[in-house]
C-alpha cells in the first residue's frame, strides 16, 4: 500500500494528516508492505520511521538517478 506524498508532506506537525497515517496503517494491524512516498524532511522522516512502514522514498533519501543507490546515509540530526 502507497501513502501518497500529499499526506507525509509536514505530517510531524499536523494531527489531522497523523491521524489519517494511524488509520490508514490501523496501528500495525494490517498485514501489507507499506511504503510512505515524499519523505524530505528529517522531521517528516522521524515521524514515520515509528510507524508501521516498510518502505520510505524522496529526496531525503536520493534524487532519481540512472544508477540505483545500494547505500543509504541520512544527513545528521541537528
Excluded: C
Excluded at 499526506?7 to 489519517?20: C, G, L, N, P, W
Excluded at 517528516?44 to 545500494?70: A, D, H, R
Amino acid at each position: 500500500m502507497k501513502i501518497d506524498m500529499n499526506i507525509i508532506r509536514d505530517i510531524h506537525s499536523d494531527s489531522k494528516k497523523q491521524k489519517v497515517i494511524d488509520e490508514f496503517i490501523l496501528n500495525g494491524q494490517i498485514e501489507a508492505t507499506i511504503l510512505a512516498e515524499g519523505i524530505e524532511t528529517m522531521d517528516e522522516y522521524e515521524y514515520i520511521k515509528n510507524k508501521n512502514v516498510s518502505l520510505m522514498q524522496w529526496y531525503l533519501f536520493g534524487k532519481p538517478n540512472e544508477i540505483p543507490i545500494t547505500k543509504i546515509e541520512l544527513p545528521e540530526w541537528k
